[in-house]
């Protein structure tokens, strides 16, 4: 079992920056791909941004490219997304998840172990 805990959330400005944290227990993550994904009021949950633990290999959105960045810091079992430029569009709730299958996934079903969300909300 692996238990996740997101922070980081909160209100910001267009353009403004925002770092969530992703906190992991009960299972090293060295064989884990970690995943943010996000959803929106009414929306189906969509995927921010992945990175293969071990080999730090990363997979983003197009939405997001060039303005979201995921890395991890191995001593702390932490998984980070940082998000600069950030848009009225990138409102949501922002959820972090972790797989033990082989790869990198970007579809919420492949994706055993979810924390429970962080809002984020970019006024404009």
């Known amino acids: 079992q692996v238990q996740l805990v997101e922070s980081g959330g909160g209100l910001v400005q267009a353009g403004g920056s925002l770092r969530l944290s992703c906190a992991a227990s009960?299972?090293?993550?060295?064989?884990?791909?970690m995943g943010w994904f996000r959803q929106a009021p009414g929306k189906e949950r969509d995927f921010v941004a992945a990175?293969?633990?071990?080999?730090?290999?990363?997979s983003y959105a197009d939405s997001v490219k060039g303005r979201f960045t995921i890395s991890r810091d191995n001593a702390k079992n932490t998984v980070y997304l940082q998000m600069n430029s950030l848009r009225p569009e990138d409102t949501a709730v922002y959820y972090c998840?972790?797989?033990?299958?082989?790869?990198?996934?970007?579809?919420?079903?492949?994706?055993?172990?979810w924390g429970q969300g962080t809002q984020v909300t970019v006024s404009s």
């Open positions: 009960g299972r090293t993550l060295s064989t884990a791909s």
């Open positions: 990175m293969r633990w071990s080999s730090r290999y990363t």
């Open positions: 998840a972790a797989t033990f299958s082989l790869g990198i996934g970007t579809m919420p079903y492949e994706y055993n172990y």
